[in-house]
T-cell receptor, first 115, second 108 residues
Framework: NAGVMQNPRHLVRRRGQEARLRCSPM?????VYWYRQLPEEGLKFMVY????????ESGMPKERFSAEFPKEGPSILRIQQVVRGDSAAYFC?????????????FGQGTRLTVV | RKEVEQDPGPFNVPEGATVAFNCTYS??????FFWYRQDCRKEPKLLMS???SGNEDGRFTAQLNRASQYISLLIRDSKLSDSATYLC?????????FGKGTRLHILP
């Protein structure tokens, strides 16, 4: 059973380009979370999705950022018109159900560098 | 005030010593509690869940005090391999909220 798979592991974009980050949850997991970690900072919640639904996007910046988790395929975090401040590690986690008592498993992250 | 606050680091501790991490959370609606470990440039991994009755896993002991909204982690007989950042994590309304983490360096 493969773990949470994120790709690409490293992504370099020029200012103004679009970044698309992918997350394939563990088999059987229908809940996905996205987090951003700035250098020397903790992980900041961005968005919580279930298949085809955004449950909580309270941590998402109001502009340029969007997320989806379609019925088929991976979850996508999309950043339009990237700026230098978007440079960070983006981690995805998945869990099999609502999480109060269950562990969330993390992918290895995508490190985005905006030049 | 941040929802989850941890001791500032780094902690530089000689091998074999006991290390204690403290964490407080501000929202009494928080439902479950965990300690995660994160190695440099890696993803966070669950170290242990934290229960009100306290729980132990080998050299690691975690405690939760709901009345004080306080969580602790104790590492006994620390090893070089314990060097990492330790993250206090609470779950509230299915949102997993991380503390900033405390960096631990075990010194040979």
């Amino acid at each position: 059973n493969a773990g949470v798979m994120q790709n690409p592991r490293h992504l370099v974009r020029r200012r103004g380009q679009e970044a698309r980050l992918r997350c394939s949850p563990m088999k059987g997991h229908s809940h996905v979370y996205w987090y951003r970690q700035l250098p020397e900072e903790g992980l900041k919640f961005m968005v919580y999705l279930q298949k085809e639904n955004i449950i909580d996007e309270s941590g998402m910046p109001k502009e340029r950022f969007s997320a989806e988790f379609p019925k088929e395929g991976p979850s996508i975090l999309r950043i339009q018109q990237v700026v230098r401040g978007d440079s960070a590690a983006y981690f995805c986690a998945s869990s099999p159900q609502r999480t109060p008592e269950t562990e969330a498993f993390f992918g290895q992250g995508t490190r985005l560098t905006v030049v | 005030r941040k929802e989850v606050e941890q001791d500032p680091g780094p902690f530089n501790v000689p091998e074999g010593a006991t290390v204690a991490f403290n964490c407080t959370y501000s929202n009494s609606a928080s439902q479950s509690f965990f300690w995660y470990r994160q190695d440099c440039r890696k993803e966070p991994k669950l170290l242990m869940s934290v229960y009100s009755s306290g729980n132990e896993d080998g050299r690691f002991t975690a405690q939760l005090n709901r009345a004080s909204q306080y969580i602790s982690l104790l590492i006994r007989d620390s090893k070089l391999s314990d060097s990492a950042t330790y993250l206090c994590v609470v779950n509230r309304d299915d949102k997993i909220i991380f503390g900033k983490g405390t960096r631990l360096h075990i010194l040979p």
